[in-house]
């Protein structure tokens, strides 16, 4: 097993995050995890977006929220 820092950059803050990374999680199952919202945030891994249904690799992974208004 794995361990991922995961950086969540939200209302302007950051906070960082250690996650065990089990064989087979999807983002969507990391979101789940860590109490996230998959429609508010989108997961950046080595700088580029990923899809929710992606596979969770090790590496940089960065979670920003989206804040939108109308």
Known sequence: MT????RI???GSVSER?????G???YEGLFELLKI????VVA???GHPVPADELVE???LE???IVSSG
Request: hydrophobic residues 45%.
């Open 3 to 6: 361990a991922l820092n995961v």
């Open 9 to 11: 950059l939200a209302d």
């Open 18 to 22: 250690s996650v065990d990374l089990k």
């Open 24 to 26: 087979g999680l999807t």
């Open 37 to 40: 919202n998959p429609e508010t």
């Open 44 to 46: 950046l891994w080595e």
């Open 58 to 60: 090790s590496g940089r």
């Open 63 to 65: 979670i920003v929220r």
